[in-house]
Each structure stands twice: as C-alpha cells, then as structure tokens.
C-alpha cells in the first residue's frame, strides 16, 4: 500500500523558513516523480513544485513562478524521502501542503497517490 | 503559461442526474489532461487521466472525454458521496497547471 506522510508544518513569522518532509512507502520511490501541491484556506490546487525520478531527465526540478528563488524541492532515494525548503515566506504562502506521487518517472504525468498533507501557517 | 478554465465554477443536481463538467486549455495540450475529485475535508483523489482513462477503482459512472484545448469529465448518474470538488489539471509539460474547480452539490 502506498503511503505518504508529509511532517514540518506549523506557525512562522513571515521571512522565516521551514523544511518538509514526505516520507514514502508502499513503492519504488526513486523511479517516480513526485510533487509537492498546495492549497491555501477555502481555495483551489497550486501545483508548486515537481522533480522527476532518478533516470527520468536526470532529477530534474520546476517551480512554480510564486515560488521560484525562494523554495527548493529535493529527494533522497536512499531514505525514500522527499523535502521541501521553504525561505523567505510570505503571508500568502499559508496552505496545506500535500506530497504527491506521480504516475510515471517523469514530472509531466499526473499524481496517483498524495498525502494527508501538513499545514503551513505564515503569521506574525 | 497554458491557462486551464474550468466551467461552471458550482452546480446543483438531483440524485441520479447527469452531470457534465468543462475544462478548457489556452492552448493545445493533446491529451494530457487529468481529472480529481476533492471530498469536503478530504485528501484530492485521482479519477481520470490521458483525458479519458479511469484510474483504478473508479466507479464506471465517471467518464472523461476530449482532446486539444477541450475536455468533459461526466458522471452519469449523480450519487450522494459524489459531492466534491472536482479539478482538472494539465500535465503534459510544466507548468502543471489546475483549473479553478467545480464544486458539485445535491440539490
């Protein structure tokens, strides 16, 4: 059975920074993509961040625009674990952020399993 | 970036009813195009992908159609536990974009 369990979240003051975690089972974690959503109190899905599977243009990353410069998106195959580092946060970035795995090795395919999700709050 | 437009933004519909939700893409996206259903409070679920594949365990009642810049995703006879969001998404390069969502309701 595959299981995700996203852990990080919490309270930071804007500016501040915060690093989840996704860790994975139930799977071959190096030979997907995987994906980190988020979904901001009563709002839609933001896809914002993705990197491929090992093989699968070589762990490639992307970013969404409102994110770019700040969050960086990484994987270690050998824990089956999947991060997020989050700097310089800003008010509009407090979401659940889901972790989700993607159908195949590459980031342009669609994600099958997600997590719980944790929640991030940016506050003063 | 490729725009994804969905419509309507809500609807209201008796049990047992056929409903229909649009998704349209600024641009062509072949079909690379995935449907997901978020229960209130819930964790999104993946129904359709390739525009019109069911993903594993998906009641038959669900359908997608389409290709290009426009898709449909369809449930043919609405149930109670169908009440959700429902998010379209392209994924056919980055940035992996979602619609806006339809939210479905029992009337």
């Known amino acids: 059975e595959v299981q995700l369990l996203e852990s990080g979240g919490g309270l930071v003051q804007p500016g501040g920074s915060l690093r989840l975690s996704c860790a994975a089972s139930g799977f071959t974690f190096s030979s997907y993509a995987m994906s980190w959503v988020r979904q901001a109190p009563g709002k839609g899905l933001e896809c914002v961040s993705v990197i491929s599977g090992s093989g699968g243009s070589g762990g490639s990353t992307y970013y969404a625009d409102s994110v770019k410069g700040r969050f960086t998106i990484s994987r270690d195959n050998s824990k089956n674990t999947l991060y997020l580092q989050m700097n310089s946060l800003r008010v509009e970035d407090t979401a659940v952020y889901f972790c989700?795995?993607?159908?195949?090795?590459?980031?342009?395919?669609?994600?099958?399993?997600w997590g719980q999700g944790t929640l991030v709050t940016v506050s003063s | 970036d490729i725009q994804m437009t969905q419509s309507p933004s809500s609807l209201s519909a008796s049990i047992g009813d056929r409903v229909t939700i649009t998704c349209r893409a600024s641009q062509g996206i072949s079909k690379s195009l995935a449907w997901y259903q978020q229960r209130p409070g819930k964790v999104p679920k993946l129904l359709i992908y390739a525009a019109s594949t069911l993903q594993s365990g998906v009641p038959s009642r669900f359908s997608g159609s389409g290709s290009g810049t426009d898709f449909t995703l369809t449930i043919s006879s609405l149930q109670p536990e169908d009440v959700a969001t429902y998010y379209c998404?392209?994924?056919?390069?980055?940035?992996?974009?979602f619609g806006g969502g339809t939210k479905v309701e029992i009337k």
């Open positions: 989700a795995s993607q159908r195949t090795i590459h980031s342009s395919s669609p994600c099958d399993y």
């Open positions: 998404q392209k994924y056919n390069s980055a940035p992996l974009t």
